[in-house]
């Protein structure tokens, strides 16, 4: 074991990098006239030498260096400031900016003693023990249906930094003295002859607010694209190429109604192609990234989305830290497509530097962070604390809902618990409740059945769906009940899961209603939980809701669905409600077990029941907590072969109710 592996300056070093956040904030406040972009290039460089920091051991020489030069160029910064900051018109701004820096490189420094004394200690410990190992180097290998994590030889890219104030600055000057007027024609002439003053910038109509507050990422990008070769542009060309597709293919990626999960592939599979074009063109290509984002002439979520990915598929803390910094600086209708990059991006960097957004001042930027933690299993410990401090009710449900994916069973348990005892919200209490059971927690059955009994509007759809999944064969008269007063598609479909052969003379009578959707969700209920075979082919359109432009009729294509004819189904249930035992649990006419489950998730179904079938298999076996039905296909496909070894050695318990594992019995 390395005990030298883990540094103590990692955590002076992520300290200090919000540090420099806050002096950045508080500069942008100051009116005062300084260099600011001579300061927020050594702002940026001192970031850029912490990552150095973050991203090696102690026993890299760029560890230590990184400190080194991290605190001088502080210093740098700090000296072009000290010279505006003299009382007694000192701007508070700008004296709390230069106090940040002060701490800043007073930790750092502190820091590069500590590194120093243990490399001393090190190089003890080399000369007894010989040479130290090798340094491991890995290849570049392409991504297959699932992104890989590639490592560039490369310098840490810089965050999009800029101190452009929140309001223009302008300097009051003087009046200039009017020239004398020309009394003769030779004056007349030498004023004639004499060359124009230059314009004052502060007077031209660009020094506006708007102009002051300019685009600093695109300014950078640009500036350092600038001082590369002439043969610069071509990589430019191609890096903005492979940018522009991983963009596209997003939407390509997401299933239309004519496609299954399984049609996704070879989409991921060319925007994998051009992440891996992208990472091989190296590290003169980075600087495109913040520089493909911010020429989108309006927001465009897919850009955000690039970011988010491209860089997650680079390792190192800075290109993690860059994607954040670019999101930070968007439109709050890119956030969840930042969100969406960042929860299929493979780096560990992003859990680390997701996690101190949960403390930011904008809520938005709370709840990305709580998505993406969440999705990823990574959510801190202290998360809870920290969020529902706030009083958000927006970020509190938000937290519920990740609470069934991440933190150790028992604190999530007790947190959710908490809220539900709180008289939460209706939309609160539904994400809380299925949070629960996807953690194993079997006392929130009993709350689910009180809401029903109490028969509680906007909560007795959420109760219902939720016990069906879950319940016990004696939940069956409750369940029926629920379904009395909440006669919609996914109570149908929760109930048809539930599987108790009786279920069948409540779905029958709701073939003839009125309401446009729930005789077909009865069918497919019926047909889910008996698989009678009751079926037809109809033609359907390829587009639904999408006439073509020409008044054509539109184009259909077959479809087998089952039949929504009352009499049909009471003439079946009649001839075969002599075999259907009420204590067997039915899955498409036979006993229930959890593979079943896995069946359907592999199969062509829609992306409705296939989300709703993994909560199912959460529910029902406690495995699977973080599989999704929206991640990468290639990954599906590994995590489902998994989970069916899993549920293959739950036992061979055919026909019962399943909870948290294991076959439940009726009290």
């Known amino acids: 074991m390395n005990v030298f592996a883990t540094s103590p300056a990692h955590a002076p070093a992520r300290q200090a990098r919000t540090e420099i956040e806050e002096a950045l904030a508080a500069l942008r406040e100051s009116a005062a006239p300084f260099d600011r972009k001579g300061v927020a290039d050594r702002l940026a460089r001192a970031v850029r030498a912490l990552y150095a920091v973050l991203d090696t051991t102690v026993e890299a020489p760029a560890h230590h260096d990184g400190l080194l030069e991290c605190g001088r160029v502080l210093a740098e910064a700090r000296h072009m400031l000290v ?110 002859a004499k060359p124009a003053p230059p314009p004052d910038p502060a007077d031209d109509e660009a020094a506006t607010p708007d102009a002051a507050a300019a685009d600093g990422a695109a300014r950078g990008a640009r500036e350092a694209l600038a001082a590369e070769p002439e043969d610069g542009e071509i990589l430019r060309r191609v890096a903005k190429d492979c940018l522009e597709d991983v963009a596209a293919l997003r939407s390509l990626r997401q299933p239309i109604p004519t496609e299954t999960w399984l049609d996704q592939a070879p989409f991921e599979q060319r925007l994998l192609d051009n992440v891996d074009a992208f990472a091989a063109l190296g590290e003169a290509a980075l600087p495109s990234v913040t520089l493909f984002h911010a020429e989108a002439p309006a927001p465009d979520p897919s850009r955000g989305f690039a970011v988010a990915l491209v860089l997650g598929c680079i390792e190192g803390t800075d290109t993690a830290d860059v994607a954040i910094a670019t999101m930070k600086q968007s439109a709050p209708e890119e956030l969840p497509a930042f969100a969406e990059g960042f929860v299929l991006a493979p780096s560990p960097a992003i859990d680390a530097e997701l996690a101190p957004l949960l403390d930011a001042p904008n809520p938005a930027l709370v709840a990305v962070a709580i998505d993406v933690l969440g999705a990823r299993g990574s959510l801190p410990v202290d998360a809870p604390e920290r969020v529902l401090s706030r009083g958000d009710p927006l970020l509190t449900r938000k937290l519920a809902a990740a609470l069934g994916r991440a933190l150790p069973k028992a604190k999530a348990v007790t947190v959710l618990s908490n809220m539900l005892d709180d008289a939460p919200d209706d939309e609160l209490f539904a994400i809380a409740c299925a949070s629960l059971l996807r953690r194993g927690d079997g006392d929130v059955r009993q709350r689910l059945r009180d809401t029903i009994r109490a028969r509680v509007p906007a909560r007795i759809v959420p109760a219902t769906r939720l016990l069906a999944l879950s319940g016990r064969q004696d939940d069956l008269p409750l369940l029926v009940e629920g379904l009395a007063h909440a006669q919609g598609a996914a109570v149908i479909d929760a109930l048809a899961r539930h599987g108790h052969p009786d279920a069948v003379s409540a779905l029958v009578p709701l073939l003839e209603s009125a309401d446009e959707g729930v005789a077909p969700a009865a069918a497919e209920g019926l047909d889910f939980l008996t698989g009678a075979g009751l079926r037809e082919t109809v033609q359907v359109p390829w587009s639904p809701g999408v006439p073509p432009p020409d008044g054509s009729p539109p184009p259909t294509r077959a479809v087998s669905k089952p039949i929504a004819d009352r009499l049909a189904w009471e003439r079946w249930h009649a001839t075969a409600r002599g075999r259907l035992d009420p204590r067997v649990k039915l899955r498409g006419g036979l006993p229930f077990v959890p593979a079943m489950i896995v069946d359907e998730l592999e199969s062509t179904a829609s992306p409705a029941r296939r989300s709703e079938a993994a909560l199912e298999l959460v529910i029902a076996t406690s495995v699977g907590t973080r599989f999704a039905t929206t991640t990468w296909v290639g990954r599906q496909r ?19 109710w399943w909870f948290a594992g294991a076959a439940v019995t009726s009290r």
């Open 638 to 656: 590994r995590e489902l072969a998994e989970l069916r070894a899993h549920v293959r050695s739950l036992g061979s318990v055919a026909g019962g």
């Open 83 to 192: 010279g505006f900051a003299t009382p007694p018109g000192a701007e508070p701004a700008l004296l709390r900016a230069l106090a940040a820096l002060e701490v800043t490189h007073a930790r750092v420094s502190r820091s590069a003693e500590e590194v120093v004394d243990i490399m001393l200690a090190r190089r003890g410990d080399l000369r007894a023990g010989g040479p130290a190992p090798a340094a491991v180097t890995r290849p570049f290998l392409a991504s297959v249906g699932v992104p890989r994590l590639h490592a560039l030889a490369r310098v840490p890219v810089a965050p999009p930094l800029t101190i452009d104030p929140a309001v223009s600055v302008r300097v009051a000057k003087p009046r200039p003295k009017a020239p004398a007027k020309p009394q003769t024609i030779d004056e007349l002439r030498a004023a004639a």
